[in-house]
């Protein structure tokens, strides 16, 4: 192998990488425009139009000359090499999973999303289960289809899992989880028992005003206006990377705090695309490495900065003088408002103290579902013994227990871990932030999250996808990954607001 | 060559190209979000992002295997005959322009874009016409490429023209508009010469006034909200078909006729699409045919039924019923001064009499760039020279002469005469639908344009391309097309306006 041939193999590496990563932001685009721009009567012809980008993008993932050009291609720095990975393990999963298997997943994860919103609707398991029996079918074949291609280390659930967080495994979860559950459950046993109970927040703010406030907020969290917008979507998400990382909000009148958390929850997801490094545009590298990383911004911007007495405060001022609106007695009572702790059945409305054991279910259930284990006929079942196991509460409906979710309905099984693991990670990256950034709290007293921002671009985000993302996490931190900075901000935190 | 053998390439051909339809109907939705909601920190990224999706766009209109399906497909219905007609001709084309040109055609006008507005807003040609001067090479190119694999009938100009309306030619065009011409002049001499003149509207309506009487106005043609939707851009277009199709409009608040004509200019260019056949959805025939026809249709809605004496008398109360204006002392005043002649340099604001004469100077400059018989060095005093000949102005800045039109910057050349022809198309469906249709003013007198709508989506817009364009007109309109229909209505109503 000449240098030359090598030189030319990565050049037209990179080219080909280029145009795929471009035609890949096209699609995500397409998904925002539906989720709040289109026009109601336009879905059909958008699904035939989503089905042709991911036609033409799944052709190019399993192009072979993508095969022939990493056996040539040779890295001439760290960026490259990373490169090579990244592509090399696309290609590889790509190609594991054979066209009709691919095919008949995409329209089966399309179709389900009607028919899972309809089920939940109307409180019908039953009527989604034929799907999502469908659907865990074809996962455990995809599963297996990745094992023999090498992917998860024989094991079915870790194949898909290292979609959304590479380099993990289920056992190693497992064993994260289960260290944390004791103290968690402890501390929730502690704050619901407690006497002196936060009053919930009794706010009802117009759309307009609303939507101000969050706008302040995300400004707050240095969301940059001209690489990005804010819209109203029905499941508030970000959306794009680079140069155009949009986010969504929803707004319910009587839970101003539901538009205001969403937003800086989406502002940390899009801030963490806008902050990597432009030079890996178009590349692997120029996206946020994994799921469980992506989720530790969102959650640190949302929860440690954005819940916290500093923030809230000034919150607290913003709302009474852009919504006319005085949301508690003071701003104490109002940030023990923000982060009451209440039992209740839905995972996306729960506070940080119970967040995890919501993931925790889910990581047990779904992984007895892909082994196999447990049948979807069980589901049901499973599902409200172990909530009453773990909450402590009965399951009221369907809508509120299995039917709750959209990830299974989509195919997205593996993805629930890494919320949990995101959290954790937060909390690492919080211990060292904090510590590198002594006056954080007198800076987001004045609702400038800067500095914190800052260190985190600095130390993080602008790395892409440059490293694996449990270096990534430990290089910023500046210490292995463990449960204990997390557990040990969420005991102090509510100890004080919870005055045990 | 077996039925079966037939059966199949025809099969595979209608697969294709349902997804290159698809695929392009994206590109055109990515066009959309760029010029209305796309962050303004996003254009490199959008670029690379179009060039992606125009290159994909290319390599499948010129897949060799479009040409072995022609070859071996046998049409079962007229639909089908006419796709492959329409393939045919798009892989014709596209197929005989060489890939380094194409590509350095989509470069240079992607580049000249802001070259151009930043020349107009300078007023400074010699900023631009270095750039022109390169459009003009590699569109002479172009032309003969295509003159060279069939196209255009042996002549360059006819080559381009052919992609915006096809089956047109120069020599039909000019004689067409040399045969309106002195009507046109006559008329506007008699109407500038009167001397009862309207007054012009002095109105003032604030944005969300305006667009509200612009979604009224939309409405009132029978735009269909639930496959469109209205946003603001510098320069109104319509954008995307079949379950699709969206409006833009600009409001200009000392202006409200601008906003509300441009509205339904739009309206009519989108309802076409909308009015199509569903069947013919994701096939060549499911596009409006040419611009030509495209144009007629914008041009009934906003002239012959919107600046009607009916329709505007509906306006004059809607205006001081949504706005609280008073935009005129009465009805027919504000008739006469919607329709108000006066001289001006600029096409886009000219009015009904006048309109036809700017398309033709710019359709005699650019065939004469296209032949080479006019270099660009010599465009502005040329230019200049025929605005002072044929309207007895002299121009006073090249914003509002040679730099005030963006086509030529983008490369179409032979799009202009698109613009005459589908005014003169307009006042042959008039004649048609008038006659069809003999209450039409009783009911656009209340706001409700239905029946003319209706009368055009049957006779014209629900067959999409499965006529020839002017094959098309002639059908709807029952007689061939001459300029006679236009200029008599013309003449009728200024003459009433202007009480000559």
């Given at each position: 192998?000449?240098?030359?041939?090598a030189d030319t193999a990565m050049n037209a590496l990179i080219a080909f990488q280029r145009q795929t990563e471009a035609l890949s932001a096209v699609a995500e685009r397409l998904s925002w425009d539906q989720e709040t721009v289109m026009p109601r009567g336009a879905a059909e012809q958008r699904a035939e139009e989503m089905g042709a980008m991911e036609s033409v993008l799944h052709e190019r993932r399993t192009d072979p000359r993508i095969g022939e050009w990493l056996d040539a291609a040779v890295a001439q720095t760290p960026a490259e090499e990373r490169t090579l990975v990244l592509v090399a393990r696309e290609f590889g999963r790509a190609s594991a999973i054979p066209a009709d298997l691919a095919a008949e997943l995409a329209r089966q994860t399309s179709l389900s999303h009607?028919?899972?919103?309809?089920?939940?609707?109307?409180?019908?398991?039953?009527?989604?289960?034929?799907?999502?029996?469908?659907?865990?079918?074809l996962k455990q074949d995809e599963a297996n289809a990745l094992v023999a291609a090498g992917f998860g280390g024989g094991?079915?659930?870790?194949?898909?899992?290292?979609?959304?967080?590479?380099?993990?495994?289920q056992a190693e979860l497992a064993a994260l989880f289960a260290a944390m559950r004791p103290r968690l459950v402890a501390l929730r046993e502690d704050?619901?028992?407690?006497?002196?109970?936060?009053?919930?927040?009794?706010?009802?703010?117009?759309?307009?005003?609303?939507?101000?406030?969050?706008r302040a907020c995300a400004a707050a969290f240095g969301y940059d206006w001209t690489r990005g917008r804010m819209d109203l979507a029905v499941h508030p998400f970000s959306s794009g990377r680079w140069q155009d990382s949009r986010i969504t909000t929803r707004v319910i009148e009587?839970?101003?705090?539901?538009?205001?958390?969403?937003?800086i929850h989406e502002v940390g997801h899009s801030s963490y695309e806008l902050g990597i490094d432009p030079d890996y545009a178009f590349t692997p590298l120029g996206r946020g490495v994994s799921m469980g990383v992506h989720e530790s911004q969102s959650r640190i911007y949302e929860n440690q900065m954005g819940r916290g007495r500093a923030f809230t405060g000034w919150l607290f001022q913003r709302m009474q003088d852009m919504a006319g609106d005085l949301p508690a007695p003071d701003a104490d009572a109002f940030y023990r408002s923000v982060n009451r702790v209440t039992p209740g059945h839905i995972r996306t409305e729960s506070d940080e103290v119970q967040y995890n054991l919501h993931i925790m279910m889910r990581f047990d259930l779904e992984r007895d579902l892909i082994s196999g284990k447990l049948s979807t006929d069980d589901l049901e079942e499973a599902w409200n013994a172990r909530f009453l196991k773990d909450f402590g509460v009965a399951v009221d409906r369907p809508a509120n227990g299995m039917l709750q979710d959209v990830h299974w309905s989509a195919g997205l099984f593996?993805?629930?871990?890494t919320y949990a693991l995101g959290n954790v990670y937060a909390g690492c990256l919080n211990l060292a932030?904090?510590?590198?950034?002594?006056?954080?709290?007198?800076?987001?007293?004045?609702?400038?999250?800067?500095?914190?921002?800052?260190?985190?671009?600095?130390?993080?985000?602008r790395h892409g996808g440059l490293h694996e993302p449990r270096a990534l996490i430990e290089r910023a931190a500046g210490?292995?990954?463990?449960?204990?900075?997390?557990?040990?901000?969420?005991?102090?935190?509510?100890?004080?607001?919870?005055?045990?």
């Open positions: 192998m000449t240098t030359a041939a009607g028919i899972w919103a309809a089920a939940r609707a109307a409180d019908a398991p039953q009527d989604f289960l034929p799907t999502l029996h469908q659907i865990v079918l094991d079915p659930y870790d194949a898909l899992l290292d979609d959304y967080e590479p380099g993990a495994t704050v619901l028992g407690a006497p002196d109970q936060p009053r919930p927040l009794d706010s009802r703010i117009a759309q307009e005003a609303q939507l101000r406030l969050a009587a839970e101003p705090l539901n538009c205001i958390y969403s937003t593996g993805y629930f871990p932030m904090r510590a590198a950034v002594p006056d954080l709290d007198e800076s987001l007293g004045r609702g400038e999250a800067a500095p914190g921002v800052e260190w985190l671009r600095e130390n993080l985000q210490a292995p990954v463990t449960p204990e900075p997390l557990l040990d901000y969420l005991e102090d935190k509510f100890a004080a607001i919870y005055r045990l």
